[in-house]
Antibody, heavy 117, light 110 residues
């Protein structure tokens, strides 16, 4: 069946970087765009942007430019989110979600990134 | 882009119907059909419940229905059940070619 499996929780110090993976199974990554969504503790969903899985061209939402990078490795059917210069306020669960036309299904299980000294 | 406006909480008794509203503008909800609804139980990933204003994916109970009037979209849950207790989020495509979520509504089954 179609599913997205994300990498496990991460604990990082401020200033470090993290790379979250999102492996697609049951379909070819190239066939659908991939979106990323952030959910801070106790907060709602926040759209981070999307990546065109055919061209690799990313689009970042306001507030997610500079330190956030979306990438792909189509040879392993996987999308990635890298965050650099981590800050405490980056502590959140990060989700990848398959885009079927500005609606998302399925979603990955989420990756908790905790930034703490 | 400001978040779409949802009530913080809605409650109902088992068997009742409830409606969750999602207010936007003509630049998002009012201008496009790309309005979706997601259900999220604590500690789990969001699940698509409604796409394109009113389309229900296979496997989603027909107790869930979506609609839109002007700049406001709505999700109605009929025959409320204990398992429906969760957070619900709306989302919409925007005129800036971005996506915006609502702030979320906590549904409580009394």
């Amino acid at each position: 069946q179609v599913q997205l499996v994300q990498s496990g929780s991460e604990l990082k110090k401020p200033g470090a970087s993290v790379k979250v993976s999102c492996k697609a199974s049951g379909y070819t990554l190239n066939n659908y765009a991939m979106n990323w969504v952030r959910q801070a503790p106790g907060q709602g969903l926040e759209w981070m942007g999307w990546i065109n899985t055919n061209t690799g061209n990313p689009t970042y939402a306001q507030g997610f430019t500079g330190r956030f990078v979306f990438s792909l490795d189509t040879s392993v059917n996987t999308a990635y989110l890298q965050i650099s210069s981590l800050k405490a306020e980056d502590t959140a669960v990060y989700y990848c979600a398959r885009d079927q036309g500005w609606w998302f299904d399925p979603w990955g299980q989420g990756t908790l990134v905790t930034v703490s000294s | 882009q400001s978040a779409l406006t949802q009530a913080a909480s809605v409650s109902g008794s088992p068997g009742q119907s409830i409606t969750i509203s999602c207010a936007g503008t003509s630049n998002d909800v009012g201008g496009y059909t790309h309005v979706s609804w997601y259900q999220q139980h604590p500690g789990t990933a969001p699940k698509l419940m409604i796409s394109e204003v009113s389309n229900r994916p296979s496997g989603v109970s027909n107790r869930f229905s979506g609609s839109k009037s002007g700049n406001t979209a709505s999700l109605t849950i009929s025959g409320l059940q204990a398992e429906d207790e969760a957070d619900y989020y709306c989302s919409s495509y925007t005129s800036s070619a971005t996506l915006v979520f609502g702030g979320g509504t906590r549904v409580t089954v009394l």
